[in-house]
C-alpha cells in the first residue's frame, strides 16, 4: 500500500476535500480515524484543514490530546513526511511538532479570500519539485493564521530554512497588502528542523482542478505523494527513512526544472 | 368575540366563566379566545396547560401557517423535475445522473432582530437539518439579508452581528457559504430580514421522508441534551416585535456548530447504511413538531417517554421538555432491531442517541412522565385541525399616492442632472451600500470548502457549485436569491413577478436552466387587511412567473409580524432558485475574459412604455430603483411590469449562446441599471469597457438608458466581434433582439457615450474600483480593527479590513443582479 492518510478529527471539514485531491492527482488515500494509533503503511499523513473538537479553548488546542497525534509525532520523529493544513498547521504548532503559534488575524475576523504565496526552500516533501522563488495562487479560510515566534526562533527559522512559504504579491514580493492576516515575517508555512513535518495556512487541496478556479494546489500534494512513496519509514525497511526526503527531493527538482515549471506537470 | 359567532352550535364550554380559566393562558401563548374555543370543542374538554402547550406551538403561525395556508396554494408546485413538494423539510428536486437537489430557505428575522449574533447563527443551524432530514449531505448555504441605514448604529450592530453568526456558524459546521445579498433600506431599521438557503445533495434513490408509517418503530432523538432554552421560539416568531422584545432573549437559542457537524455526519452514515426508517429535524417547537409531524405524516401516533429525553438539567418539567428548542437535535425513526445499530454509530461521532417515543397505531399524541400519561390528544387535532384563516384584504391607501403621479413628480431628475455629473452619479451609486461590494461580508464566509464552488461569490449572478458526484462529472446547480422590497411596496403584484423572473434570470446567466424555486415571504401583521393584500399579490405574482417559467415552488416559508413601533417593513418575498447545468465547463461568470470582447444587450432594450408613452417610461424605469432611492425625493410611481413570456424568451435564447459556447461573461440589468452593470462587468475582469448606451438615437435620455430599471436584460461578452451578426440573427429567430452595446477595451476606463457618439461619461477603473469597494460602515469597522491595528503595527504586520486586492478580488456584490 502506498496510501497517503488523512486524519479524521471530530470537526475536521477538509478531510473529504483532501481525500478528493488526492483522487484527482491519481493518489492513493484513506481516511485515519482520530482514534487510531496504528499509521503503518501510510507513505504520507495530512492533518486537513476544519474546526477539529470546534477549535473550544483554542485552534487546535484540544485535538493534539486526541490518541492519533501520539501516533503522529512517532511517526513524525521516524520521517514520515506530515503535512498540516489550516487547522492541522494549527494543530502541529500546538502538539510542538512545529515552532511557533498562530494568533487571531489581525483584522479580528475570519477571511475566506486568495492569496499568493512563495516558495521558501525546496527541502520538504511537498515543495520537493519547486523551484524556490516560485509562486503559487492558493486560498486561505480561517480566522486565526497570523504567524507567531519570539524574535529569536524567527532568526533560528530563517537561519535553518523552516520558512516554507511566504505571503507575497503576484510578482513574488512580500509587501504589507499582500500579507492578509499580519504573519510575522509574512510566515505561511513552516517545517520542522528535519523538513518533514510542514504546516500551512493555504489550502493546496482547494487548488487542484481548473474548474475550482486553481490548480497550484496540484504540485504540493502531487509532491508530497512522490516523495512519500519513496520513502521508507523504519517498519518497512529497518530505518534510514529521514534521509530519503531529501534525496527525493533533488530527483524530482531535476524534474521539475526540466519541465515547463509550475503545477502542470501532473495534470 | 362571542361562542356562537366562532363555533355555532358546537359543544364549547363558556371561556367566560369556569375558575379554572379565569386568567385566559391561551393568551400568554399568543391563541385567541375562539381558537382556545375551538381546541375545547375538538378534545370535549378543557387542555391541560402541557396539552394548551402542545396547541399553542402547533397552532402558531410559525408552524400552523394560519394566515398563509390558503394563500399558498396559490403556488404552482408540480413538475417532472419534482420530487418532493412543499410540506416536508425540504424541496427535492431531480437534476439528473441519479442525483437528486433539496433545498429551502427559512426565515430567522425575529431571534436576529433581538440577538444577531445567535440569531443568525441558529438560523443557519436550523436550515441545514431541514436538508440534513431529507438524507442529503448539505453543501451550501445562502443568505438573503436586510438591514436598516448604514448610518444607524443600532442596524450596524445587527448587520455586524448576523455577518458574523453566519460565519461563526457556518464556517465551523463545514458547509460553504456560497452567495446571497444584502439591502440596506431604512424599511428594515426595527426589524432586519435574515433568511437562509440551504442546498444539500444526494442520490435519488436514497430520498429519505419524514413520515412515520410503520407501528413500533422507535423515535430516537440524536444530537444535544435538552434544556430550557427557546421555548416558545415559535410562538416568538409569531408576534410583531416591541420593547418587550428584549426581554424575550431568552426565547433565542444558542448554536454550537461543532456540535451540528457531528450530528450531520452521525445522521448521514445511519442513512447511508440504511438505518432509518425516517428523519425530521426538530426545529421550532422542538420535540413536539417533530414528533407530530412525523406522526401525522404517517397516519399514526405516537408515544412519547419524557423521562427518556437526555436534559441538560434536573427538575424540568413535561411542558418544558415538550416545548425546548435546544439546537442540534434530529429525530431519527428506526425499526426496533436497529436501534443498536443507530445508538453505535452515534457513539463513534460522539453523539448521544435516545429513543424517546415510539410509534402507535391510536392516532394519539401520548406524552408519559415518571409513569403517567400527563398529556393525551389526537395527532391530528395538533396537525389537521389547525384554524385557517382568510384574512380581509384590501389595497394599501398609501397606494392612491404613489400611482397616481405625473412625470412632474419626478422633476427631481432634472435637477440631479443640473448639481452631478453622470460620472458623479455612477460612482454614487456604486458607493451606496445596497449596489456597493459585499466583500466585507463573505470575506468572513468560507465559500470553498467542499471544493465544489466554480463561481464564487462576487464572480457571478448566481453561485455555481460542481456536482462532482455526477456520472457525467460535468454537472453543476446555480442558485440565487433575489427580492425587492421597494418594488413589492409599489406594487406587490409586479414586485413578486419580478423577484422570480430576475432570480431566474441570475440563474440563466451563469448558464444554467432554472428549474424551481424556494421562497421565504416576509411581511407585516396579516390582521392588517392592507398588509394581507400585499401578502396574496405578491403570492399572484410570484405564482405567474414561476408558472410561466416552468420553476414550481417546492416550499418556503412564511414570516409575518415582521414589524416594530416604526411600522410594518416592506412587503419582502425572497425567492431562492435553484438551477441545473449540464456542462459545468461551460458556464461563467461576469467577468470578460479578454480585450475586444464584444458586449451585447439581449431583452428588453427599452423601457415600457417607450417611444410613445414618455411619461410611463420616465416612471416606471425609476420607480423604486436604487437611483430613486439614492436621489429622488419619495418612493413612488409604479414600477415597470415583467413581460413574461419575453422573459422566457431571454433566458432561453441566452441559454442557448452558452450551449454554443459563445458566452465569455453575462450579467442582469438589475439595481442602478445598465451603467452599473457595466462597471461591474469591468471591474470583475479588471479591464476596460467602452459602450454605446442604447438611447434611442437620443430619443431615450441617457439617465433613463444608464440607471433607469426594467427587468428582462442580460448583457452578454462574445469572444469576437465577427460573432455579433450570427449571435443577433440566432436571437432574432428566437424572438429575442439584441443590440451591440461596444466592447471591452486594454484601456482601464469604463467610456459610455450616447446614441448621437457623444461623450457621456468616462471613468478609469480606480475610481470605479474605489468607489465600489465602499464599506458601508468603514468607520464601525475600523474601529473594531483599531486595537488589531495597532498591535499589528508593532509586529509590523498590516491591517485589511475588507480592502484586499487578491486577483480574485472582483469586488462585485454578493450574487446581487
Known sequence: ?267 | MTNEGVCPGARVHSVSKGTEMSDHPWRQHGMSDAEYERIVELLGRHPNPLELGLFAVLWSEHCGYKHSRRALRRFPTRGPQVLVGPGENAGVVDVGGGLAVAFRMESHNHPCAVEPYQGAATGVGGIIRDILAMGARPIALLDSLRFGPPTDPHSVRIAQGVVAGIAGYGNCVGVPTVGGEIAFDPAYAGNPLCNVVCVGVLPRNRLTRAAAHSVGNICVLVGQHTGRDGIHGATFASVELDESSESRRPSVQVGDPFREKLVIEACLEIVEQGLAAAIQDMGAAGITSSLAETAARGGTGVEVEIDAVPQREPGMTPYEVMLSESQERMLVIVEPQNVAAVQTICAKWGVQAAPIARITEDGLFTVRWHGEVVGQVPVRFLTEDVPAYDPPARPPTYLSTTRQLQAAAFAWVNEVQGRLSPAEQLLALLASPTVASKAWAYRQYDHQVQTRTQLLPGQADAALLWLKESPTRSQAIALATDGNGRLCYLDPRRGGRRAVAEAARNVACTGARPVALTNCLNFGNPDDPEIFWQFTEAIAGMSEAAEALGTPVTGGNVSFYNESGQGAIHPTPVVGMLGVAEQAQRCRGLAPTGVGQPLLLLGALYPPGWPDRPEQALIESLAGSQYQALFGSSLAGQPADVDLELEQKVQQGLLALYERGWVTAAHDCSEGGLAVTLAEMALAAGIGIRATLPDGQGRLTAVLAAFGEWPSRVVVALHERKQVGEVQRLLAADGVISIYLGETTAEPLLRLMTGKAEDWLALDLAALRQAYQTIPFARAASNACSGAVEEAREAGGACHVGQQQGPLDNGVSQGRG
Open chain 1, 1 to 267: 500500500m502506498n496510501a497517503i492518510g488523512v486524519v479524521v478529527f471530530p470537526g475536521s471539514n477538509c478531510d473529504q476535500d483532501c481525500l478528493w485531491a488526492l483522487s484527482v492527482l491519481g493518489a492513493e488515500a484513506v481516511p485515519v480515524w482520530h482514534e487510531s494509533t496504528d499509521l503503518s503503511g501510510l507513505v504520507a499523513l495530512i492533518l486537513p484543514g476544519g474546526f477539529s473538537y470546534g477549535d473550544y479553548l483554542r485552534a487546535g488546542a484540544i485535538a493534539r490530546f486526541s490518541p492519533v497525534m501520539q501516533a503522529v509525532a512517532r511517526q513524525a520523529e521516524a520521517g514520515l513526511p506530515v503535512l498540516g493544513i489550516c487547522n492541522g498547521f494549527q494543530i502541529l504548532c500546538e502538539a510542538g511538532l512545529l515552532p511557533g503559534a498562530l494568533l487571531p488575524n489581525v483584522s479580528g475576523r475570519f477571511q475566506c479570500e486568495p492569496v499568493h504565496v512563495r516558495v521558501e526552500t525546496a527541502r520538504t516533501p511537498v515543495t520537493a519539485t519547486c523551484e524556490p522563488g516560485t509562486v503559487l495562487q492558493l486560498p486561505i479560510a480561517h480566522a486565526q493564521g497570523r504567524y507567531f515566534a519570539p524574535d529569536a526562533a524567527l532568526a533560528d527559522l530563517e537561519a535553518r530554512e523552516q520558512v516554507v512559504f511566504r505571503y507575497v504579491n503576484a510578482a513574488g514580493e512580500p509587501t504589507p497588502e499582500s500579507n492578509p492576516n499580519g504573519s510575522l515575517h509574512a510566515i505561511a508555512g513552516v517545517c520542522n528542523r528535519e523538513g518533514n513535518v510542514i504546516g500551512m495556512m493555504p489550502h493546496p487541496e482547494r487548488a487542484v482542478h481548473p474548474q475550482l478556479g486553481s490548480t497550484d494546489g496540484r504540485l504540493l500534494l502531487a509532491a508530497l505523494q512522490k516523495v512519500g512513496v519513496s520513502w521508507r519509514g523504519p517498519g518497512t525497511d529497518g530505518g534510514g527513512g529521514q534521509r530519503a526526503p531529501a534525496a527525493a527531493s533533488v530527483e524530482l527538482n531535476a524534474q521539475a526544472a526540466a519541465g515547463s515549471g509550475g503545477g502542470r506537470q501532473w495534470q
